[in-house]
């Protein structure tokens, strides 16, 4: 390096120390005046001190300045971290999660709380509602859709019993990676993979493995722990799982669709206040009556209210009797969606808010 490209070298080192401690005491500072909240919180016995209807909105805020040249997602990023920790000075939130280790529902739980939570593996949907309904956890995070391959009816299912409310959803990118202890596909015998992930990657399987035996299991991390005991075996599962099990990549982002993506929910026990930009959930359960459907979605249109998506499940009481999964845009104290609600009740059995919550920032 020549002598002036040295000198340029420190200058600029200089000015990123310089900048680094401006940043050091604006976070402690901030920090401090969420402590400030937090105290001002604590008068109030029934003290809610997580506001993910306040933190949407602050990360709506950082991405409308964000001018480059970082992405808008790096910034929520690193944001969604300083408010993790922020509010960790409290007391760590303690969030439940479909696990093991290493699945895509840990990543999902971190993007959406940041790092200063404490993530409980659970080992099913079923288990991450009971934790929350028992208070063991503050919140649970369980997938409900993927773009591929549709709905997590576990899910919808649970809420037919469940008191708990929807408080949040996260949208996560998911890519899957081909990975093994071996490094050539020629050697490997068995794959691997959770049912669901077996299914967004068929059509790469069908070309590239079509006579590898593929195995359903309970996880991609099962996936990912079995071919690391085992010779001839590969697993298909998120980047990062290879990393935690000692594993190689052998072929990168093999899902069929390449914006393929998992919708996760945030289950807890709280009602949210609007945050300026919201989705309503509901549940519906029919009466055995014709036309219900247009009794759902003509005061829908009358109020010019948007629906972003429709499920219907069996309701487990009787044969062929169905319950309605809903999504709208806004919020449950939103005039047109009260009035809508108002007339969905008159023609049907049951309408329950399952939750209005912040949109996926
Ligand atoms: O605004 C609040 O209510 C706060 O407690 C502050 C803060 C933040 O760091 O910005 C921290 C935690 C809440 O979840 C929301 C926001």
Redesign the pocket.
Known sequence: MSQKNSADLTQLRDQIDAIDTKIQSLIAERAGI?GL??ASKRHNKSAV???PE??SQ?LRAVKARNQGPLSDEVLVRLFREI?SA??AQQKPLKIAFLGPEGTFSEMATYRYFGHSVQAMPESSIDQVFTEVEAGVADFGVVPVENSTEGAVNNTLDMFMSSPLKICGEIDLPIHHYLMSKQQRLDDIKIIYSHRQTLAQCRGWLKSNAPDIETVAVSSNAEAARRAAYSEHAAAIAGQTTAALYGLHILHQQIEDQADNATRFLIIGNQLLAASGDDKTSLMIAAKDEPGLLYHILRPMNEQGVTMTRIESRPSKRKRWDYVFFIDMIGHVDDKPIAATLREIQRFTQQVKVLGSYPKSV
């Open positions: 969420a909240v937090a001190y997580y506001r306040r933190e602050v408010m922020c509010l």
